[in-house]
C-alpha cells in the first residue's frame, strides 16, 4: 500500500512538473511573438497634412496643370527670341550639260564643246526687325500675362486637390466613427438579446420580445457592415486622389477632434472675402487675363503702323571648266550687301481692323470672366459660412438631444430589467438614442469641414 502511494506520487510528479513545463514554453513563445510584434516595424499613418503635401505633388490633374504652365515658358521664350536678328547660311550645287554649243564661263573663257559642267554658290543672310508697331514688344508681356496664368491655374488646382483632399479625409474620420457607433450598437442588442433570453427562460418575457430583439441585433449587424463599407470606400477614393497604386497599403491617422474645434469662433463673410480676393488664383487670374488681352489688342493695333527691318547678305560661288582655282572664284565672285526695306500697309482686305475688334472683344470677355469670378467666389464664401454656422448650431443642439435621448434610454432599460415596460418601447428609446447620437456626430464633421475649408479661404492651412 505504501508503495502504491509512493508511485502514484511519483507519478503526480511528473504530471506536474510536465504541466510547469508547458506552461514554461508557452510563456517562452508569448515573449518571442510579443517580441517580434514590437519589432515589427509599424505601418505608417497618414495624417492630413501628409496626405494633402503628397497629392498636391502627384495627383495627375495637378502635373497636368504644371505641364500648361511649362508650355507657357516655352511660348514666352519664343515671344522673346523673336525680337533677335536672324542668321541663316545658303548653299545651291549644279551640274549643267550642254552638247553642240561652246560653253562659256563667267569670265568669258571657252570650256569645250559640249561637256558637263559643274557650279556651286554659297551666302550667309541675315535679317533684323527695327520697327513693328510695338508688336514683338507687346507679345513679349501679352506671353509673360499669358504665363503667369497659367502658373496661377496650376495654384488653382493644387487649392482644389486640397480641399477634395480634405473632404475626404474628414469623411473617412466620420465614416469611422460611425462605424464605432454601430459596433457599440452591436454590443447593446447582443446584451439585450440576451436579458431578454433569460426573462424568457425565468417565464418574464414573451418569445415575440426575444425575436424582437434578435431582429434587432441583425439590423445592427447590417448597419455596421454598411458603415465599415463605406469606411472602405472612403479610403479608396482617398488613395485615387493621392494616385496610389493597387498595392499600395493606406490607413489614415485619426486625430481626435474636440468640441472646441468644432465650436471655434468663425470670421465674418466680408473678412474671408476681402482675403479670398487677394489671393485666391481664380480672382487673380481673371485680372491679369485682361492684362493679356489689353496686350493683345495692342499686338492687333500694330497692324495699321509700318514695318521697317534691316538685311545683310553676303554671297560668293564658283564654276568648274576653268583655269581659275576654285579659291580664286570664291574670292573674286564675293558679294556682300546691306539693305533696309519699308513696308506700308494700304489695304490688307481690313485684316488689321478685324483682329484689332476680335483683340477688344476679347478683353471685354476677360472683364465679364473677371467679375464672373469674383461672384463665384463670393458665393462660395457666402455658402462655406452658412454651412460652419449651421454646422455649428446643429452641432449643439444635436448635443442637447442627445443627453435627453441618453437620459431616456437609460430609464427604458431600467424599467424594461423591473418588467415595468415591454421590448417595443426599449427598442424604440435606444434607436431614439442611436440616432441621436449619428446626427451629433453628422453636425459636428460638416461643421468642421465647413470650417476648415472656410479658413483655406482666408489664407489659413487646413490642419487637423
Known amino acids: 500500500m505504501r508503495l502504491f502511494i509512493m508511485n502514484k506520487h511519483r507519478k503526480m510528479k511528473k504530471i506536474e512538473f510536465r504541466r510547469l513545463a508547458l506552461v514554461a514554453a508557452l510563456a517562452v513563445l508569448?515573449?518571442?511573438?510579443?517580441?517580434?510584434?514590437?519589432?515589427?516595424?509599424?505601418?505608417r499613418r497618414w495624417t492630413l497634412g501628409e496626405c494633402i503635401e503628397y497629392a498636391r505633388s502627384n495627383n495627375i490633374q495637378v502635373r497636368k496643370a504644371q505641364i500648361n504652365a511649362s508650355a507657357g515658358e516655352v511660348e514666352l521664350e519664343a515671344a522673346k527670341a523673336s525680337r533677335y536678328p536672324t542668321l541663316s547660311f545658303n548653299s545651291g550645287q549644279s551640274v549643267s550639260h550642254q552638247s553642240a554649243i561652246k560653253l562659256i564661263n563667267d569670265y568669258g573663257e571657252v570650256v569645250s564643246d559640249g561637256t558637263f559642267s559643274y557650279g556651286g554658290s554659297y551666302g550667309f543672310g541675315s535679317n533684323v526687325s527695327i520697327f513693328q508697331g510695338g508688336r514683338l514688344r507687346n507679345n513679349v508681356r501679352r506671353q509673360e500675362k499669358q504665363l503667369e496664368s497659367s502658373r496661377m491655374a496650376v495654384e488653382q488646382s493644387e487649392n482644389t486637390i486640397t480641399v477634395n483632399v480634405a473632404q475626404a479625409y474628414l469623411q473617412i474620420l466620420y465614416a469611422r466613427e460611425t462605424a464605432e457607433i454601430n459596433r457599440r450598437a452591436v454590443e447593446l442588442a447582443a446584451r439585450q438579446v440576451d436579458r431578454a433570453q433569460k426573462r424568457l427562460e425565468e417565464g418574464d418575457a414573451a418569445r415575440n420580445e426575444v425575436a424582437q430583439m434578435r431582429a434587432q441585433l441583425a439590423a445592427a449587424q447590417y448597419?455596421?457592415?454598411?458603415?465599415?463599407?463605406?469606411?472602405?470606400?472612403?479610403?479608396?477614393?482617398?488613395?485615387?486622389?493621392l494616385e496610389l497604386g493597387a498595392d499600395d497599403r493606406f490607413e489614415a491617422a485619426y486625430p481626435e477632434i474636440g468640441d472646441e474645434e468644432v465650436l471655434q469662433a468663425l470670421p465674418t463673410v466680408a473678412e474671408v472675402y476681402a482675403a479670398a480676393v487677394e489671393i485666391m488664383p481664380e480672382t487673380r487670374s481673371a485680372e491679369v487675363m485682361i492684362e493679356a488681352s489689353q496686350y493683345a489688342e495692342k499686338v492687333a493695333k500694330a497692324g495699321f503702323y509700318p514695318s521697317i527691318s534691316l538685311s545683310a547678305n553676303v554671297s560668293t560661288g564658283h564654276q568648274s571648266g576653268t583655269p581659275v582655282s576654285m579659291g580664286s572664284q570664291l574670292r573674286d565672285k564675293l558679294n556682300e550687301s546691306v539693305g533696309l526695306s519699308l513696308s506700308v500697309p494700304i489695304f490688307n482686305n481690313k485684316s488689321a481692323r478685324t483682329s484689332v475688334r476680335r483683340a477688344r472683344l476679347d478683353t471685354r470677355q476677360s472683364e465679364i470672366d473677371n467679375l464672373n469670378a469674383r461672384k463665384e467666389l463670393l458665393a462660395t464664401v457666402e455658402s462655406l459660412h452658412h454651412d460652419a454656422v449651421a454646422g455649428q448650431a446643429n452641432f449643439v443642439s444635436a448635443g442637447e438631444?442627445?443627453?435627453?435621448?441618453?437620459?431616456?434610454?437609460?430609464?427604458?432599460?431600467?424599467?424594461?430589467?423591473?418588467?415595468?415596460?415591454?421590448?417595443?418601447d426599449l427598442i424604440t428609446e435606444k434607436n431614439n438614442y442611436l440616432s441621436a447620437l449619428s446626427a451629433r456626430l453628422q453636425a459636428k464633421y460638416q461643421a468642421v469641414l465647413a470650417a476648415k475649408i472656410l479658413l483655406f479661404y482666408k489664407g489659413e492651412p487646413i490642419t487637423l
Open 223 to 241: 448597419d455596421l457592415t454598411a458603415a465599415q463599407n463605406n469606411l472602405a470606400q472612403y479610403t479608396l477614393q482617398l488613395k485615387q486622389l
Open 30 to 43: 508569448a515573449a518571442q511573438a510579443t517580441a517580434q510584434e514590437e519589432s515589427r516595424p509599424q505601418e
Open 401 to 424: 438631444k442627445l443627453l435627453y435621448a441618453e437620459e431616456s434610454w437609460r430609464l427604458a432599460e431600467a424599467s424594461f430589467e423591473a418588467g415595468a415596460n415591454n421590448a417595443v
